[in-house]
């Protein structure tokens, strides 16, 4: 232990939140060092990585639209499992070296957070991965756990709190207290169904194919959840299913809000689902409490409103909440000698 502090002094401490759309490393004393999409490229029809780190993350993305044919990006964490475990561990490694150094001859101490609907197979993948890039101790941490530690919800005492984290492909809705998941629930619906609810939306209403990029722009730029705000309006460009012809279309944030209606429905539907499952006396805790809201999806303007209302709790944003997850791991590092015995994460090589 003594000289796992003394080795502390010389070496880096990540906390690293493997997001389904996003990759963010937090470092201690330094914030969030590494921000960049969890997508790595591949040739075509396999599932062989570019050569060497030069295919992950931005370099991956913007490599995307810039090269014909044989390469395609892939997102090996999508929908909250990983589809392949050789990808997401030359992605891990890749973000872990990239922070760490090269130089750097002691490896690094990394708290990861992975979704809670992973296996235990998957689990263990991800620490080993962590291990051959180099890390001399991996902690994993379920996500909700680090988001409630980001946000600086009261997650060690013996009052309830509720997460509702909402990423790109899972929504993770939990319920915490005295330091551990007393209920919680992984859906498969997040933020990129969103954007999906949306390309559907211009097929059907406008016979106009628009690209994944353009739907997320739009979800950003005018979609909700909920009439808050004026409304407004903004011009998508597409192709046309009948002629086949670039063309281009005005829509509205009404119909915006219509169409994301039946992902929101799924997501409300998780979080009154989990309330459900509480024990009252924790259902007791959240009427003072409330729902604290994490993830990108966070972000999307009236989600707090419907959740208040299908609730009747308090539904709240947390303050940065696409670097709530990261910077929980990184607050979990620091104080892991006092909560690792209670937080079932240490998962010993
Ligand atoms: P993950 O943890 O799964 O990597 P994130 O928490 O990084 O996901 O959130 C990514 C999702 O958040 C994406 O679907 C993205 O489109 C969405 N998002 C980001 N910013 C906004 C915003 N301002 N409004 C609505 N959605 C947003
Ligand atoms: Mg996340």
Redesign the pocket.
């Known amino acids: 232990m003594y000289l796992d502090r003394l080795l502390g002094l010389v070496s880096v401490d990540m906390g690293i939140?493997l997001?389904?759309?996003?990759?963010?490393v937090c470092v201690r004393g330094q914030g969030i060092v590494l921000n960049e999409p969890?997508v790595v490229a591949v040739y075509k029809g396999t599932n062989k990585v570019l050569k060497d780190g030069q295919a992950v993350g931005w370099m991956a993305k913007e490599m995307l639209g810039k090269t014909p044919g044989n390469i395609t990006a892939i997102r090996p964490?999508k929908d909250?499992v990983i589809s392949d475990f050789e990808i997401t561990e030359a992605m891990l490694g890749y973000f872990i070296r990239k922070v760490n150094g090269r130089s750097r001859f002691i490896g690094p101490r990394v708290v990861i957070s992975i979704p809670s609907g992973i296996t235990a197979v998957e689990k263990r993948a991800v620490f080993d991965s962590a291990e051959r890039a180099g890390a001399r101790k991996t902690y994993l941490i379920e996500?909700p756990v680090a988001a409630a530690i980001g946000a600086g919800l009261p997650f060690a005492e013996a009052t309830a709190s509720a997460i509702v984290?909402?990423?790109?492909?899972?929504t993770e809705v939990a319920i915490l207290s005295l330091a551990g998941i007393a209920v919680c629930e992984s859906v498969r619906v997040?933020?990129?169904d969103?954007?999906e609810a949306i390309i559907n939306h211009m097929k059907k209403t406008y016979n106009l194919m628009i690209g994944e990029q353009t739907a997320?722009r739009v979800?950003?730029e005018i979609?909700s959840a909920a009439p808050v705000g004026p409304e407004t309006s903004m011009e998508v460009r597409g192709r046309d299913m009948i002629s086949g012809l670039p063309r281009k279309t005005v829509i509205t944030s009404e119909e915006i809000r219509e169409a994301l209606r039946e992902p929101i429905g799924a997501i409300i539907e998780a979080v009154t689902r989990t309330l459900e499952r509480a024990e009252p006396e924790l259902a007791a805790d959240l009427v003072e409490n409330g729902i604290t809201l994490?993830?990108?999806?966070a972000?999307?303007?009236g989600i707090n409103v419907v959740l208040t209302n299908a609730t009747g709790l308090d539904a709240k944003i947390a303050d940065d909440?696409?670097t709530c997850?990261a910077r929980g791991t990184a607050i979990y590092l620091e104080n892991i000698e006092e909560w690792k015995d209670t937080l079932e994460t240490d998962m010993e090589a």
């Open positions: 939140d997001g389904t759309c996003n990759t963010l969890s964490l909250g996500e984290d909402i990423g790109g492909g899972t997040a933020g990129d969103f954007d997320e979800k950003i979609g994490a993830g990108g999806g972000l999307l303007r909440p696409l997850v």
